[in-house]
């Protein structure tokens, strides 16, 4: 009893979680709102830049360092998924773990020498990591099949609402453990590393293994995201691992809000049904979609639902940190 | 005969990602911004250059000029509408530029549709240096680069503007109390950088080809190519244009034709965690 | 404590929010009327193989309804964007399938892209019309898994190993008879459909008694080739196959600039457009390349086909709408014999396919590949000439002019 009033209490009294959680639940029922397969298809797609933006967001968001090779880790995730199925024959539901702990790895092993990175350095190294796995894929073509990438990959359900559920099942379990460590003490040392490095290591603060954590978490996440949409689409191939993705994943969670969580999941949602929404302009489409991009990171630049979570009530909390 | 192929192609090269590798470099460097709509001015610079060389006959110097004038003023509204809202925050004008490349992208797509462009060459024929034939455009893209490079030199090290362009690249705000529009700087800085862009764009048209993505693979090279020779520092820049011109030649010449994207980016990302300030670099930029 | 009550408006934003989601969400759910026939065009419609299509479609749709029809249903053109990414290809075929609820795919390129989407045909029951796909790999899995695989047919080209076989036969028996050319080098793209090719062209140049003395892949981005035809001129080769399905301007640019003194021509999709000769600043002067049609009496449908093309869009017709054309046909064709548009009524009649086309005759082998032969479909081969013109030089019955070298160019002393 003590318990579940207090996991009440946390929600209620936090607008990140009860946002979260209101939607969430919203987007359980979905399938029970409508039949149109082509939306939840959709929806699935946002789904999974959910994860992908929220797993990006534990780790730059929360520290400041700006990764701009996070395809690396999905890529690892969704090669990793083509190779263990294709080749071992790994369920699709096993894959997931086992190509989190792939992405992982990679998180570790590309975390260690980008850790004294900062600002410019850093998004040029991740940058390049990633790009040197998308060139290696071109390069090693026979056995990634090159540009063309990896097929015939089994489903991970049996049909579109399955994969929807499934996703968003991965969606909850992504946010709920991200979100309890953000507030946890890790996520609270990511944002002093953000305020001031220096001042946190001063403190006494062992700076570079919550880093060193926080880049596998990430990973880790990404790799999961990665293993879904591969198995999802039955096909991966370097645009997973592509820096244009890289930069979507970005302007997703700085659209959203960086730091955030909440913001980031939301801000996939909104941008991948309104990209889809516009399709009925046809040709223009692009044109108007990088046009609003431009317009919200120029004027919302701590975006678009940090704005409006800042400001909901608190509910049933005493003056805690007033 | 091998050993000079590398040698001219490698120069040529060299000379193309110098070019706008040092306008790059000139603008972090002055204005502290790293601008990825750089790749956007090269391409914006090519494809005016095609409209009013091919589709409206005006003189194909002129039209480059043209090109060059336009991204200019371009350049300047961009500095003075966005960038300066949001100068101090890297994560934004690095998100915000690409974003501003992405839509430059659709603009041109939408209005001269996907297909390629070729605009005709200033040199038209094909020499043989050295017993290596080349188109001479591309001999000529070498000789433009050095002398545009050359005269930036001059101008930063014996007229006033560039003494006062080096004051606010050191301390923007000591530069500001010496009495130095250091806004004006930037802007200017800015204007010069997407200048030299669209020169490039200009000239590479004839022996590369002209596509609304264009822009995205050399911008990712200058931004390697300006923090491998020291973010802000135009000498490292110009060196660092050379290691990559010629390490890319050396590769597709002598190990494979494949590799050549390759090496260029792990020697990058070794540079990056062994010596992050860069080569040439006394300090780091952030 | 006091400052929770000024933010009373807020749990309204968030509202607002969630109803413009509602919203959203709403307006994919709009009604669809039953009455006409939906074909899916399914490319890269950016791009110019692409805008080929639809406008193949077009002509081919427009034609059909002002004569009624398929049994009666006016066809309704439905189109999706791969953005050339198998990815994006696969989004786009959720889209024609579920959202527009097309009861046929036409379109298609390049070979990994609809090797990507062939899992998607069974699941939603959707004959497939390749136009411009190449890959044997495409045809040996219809065979392999024919109750999974059996809604794919090749309609618009021939698959890689014929493409690669005719362009063998006119590279030997007519260029390389008449100017004693022995030794060639081969640079092909990477690939799906090209993959393996290097071996192939090995065999079947050995078997015409020519020498392949270099296979070279090259990615399709590649902005500089100077080191791989530096390589070339020094190969001893006597002429440069080329096999490529992308943009192919800059090859021919640097080609030329580079002044390789060699024939050089092949596969290579740009090369077939009427404007590659301005696209590539004329550098593609003396350049072999090769269509399934020109404007030549193949079929007595062609040279109409051709012509209204031409009157219609101001430009030559890109294998992909010829393609995409002849497919629509060779549907309603199916659909007519068949008395039915349900997949598995129709595929039994495609299969039976014998249908005189704007390309040849259209048949189909057990496979589900596309007949291949004079009597069927075959390949045209050409030469880019100064001042921008087309001449066709093989079969030789069907020429229209004889092979002009620029001066450069150095032929074997016979």
Redesign the interface.
Same mark, same amino acid.
């Given at each position: 009893m003590n318990i579940v009033t207090r996991i009440w209490g946390t929600l209620i009294s936090r607008p990140p979680f009860y946002v979260m959680a209101i939607f969430l639940l919203f987007m359980l029922l979905v399938p029970f709102l409508t039949d149109d397969l082509y939306l939840i298809g959709v929806l699935v797609l946002a789904n999974v830049y959910a994860i992908f933006a929220s797993s990006w967001d534990i780790l730059s968001g929360y520290s400041g360092k700006e990764n701009f090779g996070h395809t690396l880790f999905i890529g690892a995730g969704a090669y990793g998924a083509a190779y263990l199925n294709l080749y071992l024959g790994v369920p699709p539901m096993l894959n997931l773990l086992l190509c989190g702990l792939i992405g992982a790895v990679f998180g570790v092993l590309i975390g260690i020498p980008c850790l004294p990175l900062v600002g410019p350095y850093l998004a040029l190294a991740t940058m390049a990591a990633a790009s040197i796995a998308e060139r290696l894929t071109m390069i090693l073509s026979k056995y990634t099949g090159g540009e063309e990438g990896l097929y015939g990959l089994d489903p991970i359900t049996d049909g579109p609402v399955g994969d929807y559920y499934l996703s968003l099942i991965l969606v909850i379990i992504t946010t709920i453990i991200l979100m309890a460590i953000g507030y946890s003490k890790q996520g609270l040392i990511l944002r002093s590393i953000k305020e001031d490095e220096t001042a946190s290591e001063a403190a006494g603060i062992n700076t570079t293994r919550y880093k060193l954590v926080a880049f596998a978490i990430s990973a880790f996440f990404a790799g999961m995201g990665g293993a879904f949409y591969a198995h999802y689409q039955m096909y991966t191939g370097p645009s997973s691992l592509s820096i244009i993705m890289a930069v979507t994943i970005i302007i997703v969670c700085m659209i959203g809000g960086m730091g955030t969580i909440v913001g980031p999941v939301l801000a996939a949602y909104m941008l991948t049904v309104s990209n889809e929404f516009l399709r009925s302009i046809g040709d223009l489409r692009l044109l108007v979609y990088t046009g609003l991009l431009v317009v919200i990171v120029l004027f919302l630049p701590r975006g678009v639902f940090t704005v409006i979570l800042e400001r909901l009530p608190r509910f049933g909390q005493k003056s805690r940190g007033v | 005969m091998v050993a000079l192929e590398i040698l001219i192609y490698g120069a040529v090269l060299s000379g193309i990602y110098a070019l706008l590798a040092v306008g790059f470099a000139l603008i972090f460097g002055v204005a502290r911004v790293i601008n990825l709509t750089h790749g956007a001015f090269y391409m914006l610079g090519a494809y005016i250059t095609y409209a009013l060389s091919v589709l409206l006959n005006v003189p194909l110097i002129l039209s480059i000029i043209g090109g060059m004038a336009i991204v200019f003023l371009l350049a300047i509204c961009l500095d003075r509408f966005i960038i300066e809202r949001i100068r101090t925050t890297m994560i934004n004008v690095l998100i915000t530029t690409l974003a501003l490349s992405l839509f430059a992208d659709q603009v041109i797509l939408q209005i001269f549709g996907p297909d390629n462009r070729n605009i005709p060459a200033v040199i038209s024929d094909r020499v043989t240096l050295l017993g290596v034939d080349i188109a001479g455009q591309r001999l000529l893209s070498l000789i433009i680069s050095v002398a545009v490079i050359a005269t930036l030199w001059l101008i930063i090290t014996r007229t006033r503007m560039g003494n006062a362009l080096l004051a606010t690249a050191q301390d923007p705000e000591a530069a500001q109390l010496m009495g130095i529009n250091t806004g004006r700087m930037f802007m200017i800085t800015m204007g010069i950088a997407a200048m030299m862009a669209a020169l490039a764009g200009g000239i590479v048209g004839s022996f590369l080809t002209v596509a609304p993505e264009m822009g995205m693979l050399p911008i990712i090279k200058a931004f390697s190519i300006v923090i491998l020779g020291g973010l802000g520092s135009i000498g490292g820049s110009i060196i660092a244009a050379l290691l990559i011109g010629y390490l890319e030649t050396i590769v597709a010449y002598l190990i494979s034709f494949n590799a050549t994207e390759l090496v260029p980016l792990v020697v990058i990302f070794i540079t990056l965690i062994f010596r992050p300030a860069g080569i040439f670099g006394k300090r780091r930029g952030f | 404590?006091a400052k929770?009550r000024l933010?009373?408006s807020?749990?309204g +934003?968030?509202m607002t929010?969630?109803l413009c989601?509602f919203g959203?969400?709403l307006?994919?759910?709009s009604a669809y009327a039953a009455d006409p026939v939906k074909i899916g065009i399914i490319g890269p419609m950016?791009?110019?193989p692409g805008i080929a299509m639809k406008q193949g479609a077009m002509m081919a749709a427009d034609e059909i309804n002002a004569k009624g029809g398929i049994l009666g249903r006016k066809i309704e053109l439905h189109y999706a964007d791969t953005e050339f990414?198998?990815?994006?290809g696969?989004?786009a075929l959720?889209?024609l399938a579920?959202?527009d609820k097309v009861e046929v795919l036409i379109g298609g390129m390049?070979?990994?892209?609809v090797?990507?989407q062939?899992?998607y045909l069974s699941r939603y029951q959707l004959p497939f019309l390749g136009v411009a796909v190449a890959s044997s790999t495409l045809t040996k899995l219809v065979k392999e898994d024919y109750d999974k695989n059996k809604y794919f047919f090749r309609v618009g080209i021939l698959k890689d190993q014929l493409l690669a076989f005719d362009m063998v036969n006119f590279i030997a028996n007519y260029v390389g008879k008449k100017y004693g050319i022995k030794k060639v080098a081969i640079l092909l793209e990477?690939?799906?459909w090209t993959e393996g090719l290097d071996q192939a062209f090995t065999g079947l140049f050995g078997k015409f008694g020519m020498e392949v003395v270099m296979a070279?892949?090259?990615?399709?981005?590649t902005?500089?080739y100077?080191? +791989?035809f530096?390589?070339v001129k020094k190969s001893g080769a006597q002429m440069t196959v080329e096999v490529h399905s992308h943009?192919s301007?800059?090859f021919i640019?640097?080609y030329?600039?580079?002044?390789v003194p060699l024939p050089v021509g092949g596969i290579a999709l740009a090369a077939q457009s009427s404007?590659f000769w301005?696209?590539?600043?004329g550098k593609c002067v003396g350049e072999f390349t090769s269509n399934f049609i020109y404007r030549i009496p193949i079929t007595p449908k062609t040279i109409p086909f051709w012509d209204g093309y031409v009157k219609r869009y101001k430009d030559d017709p890109l294998v992909t709408a010829t393609g995409t054309y002849d497919a629509i046909y060779v549907y309603k064709d199916a659909v007519e014999r068949a008395g039915s548009f349900k997949a598995d009524i129709l595929i039994p009649a495609l299969e039976k396919t014998n249908y005189v086309a704007a390309l040849g005759t259209i048949a189909f082998e057990a496979d589900h590949d596309l007949k291949y032969g004079p009597d069927y479909v075959a390949i045209n081969w050409a030469q880019w000439q100064a001042p921008g013109k087309v001449t066709i030089l093989y079969p030789e019955d069907r020429a229209t002019g004889t092979v002009q070298f620029p001066e450069w160019i150095k032929l074997p002393q016979k």
């Open positions: - | - | 404590m929770k933010h009373h807020c749990p +934003i968030l929010t969630l989601f959203l969400l307006f994919f759910n950016q791009i110019r990414s198998p990815e994006k696969i989004t959720n889209k579920v959202k390049t070979s990994g892209i090797l990507a062939m899992p990477k690939a799906k070279e892949f090259f990615e399709i981005k902005n500089d100077s080191p +791989i530096s390589k943009v301007e800059v640019k640097q030329y600039d580079q002044k404007d301005e696209r590539s600043g």
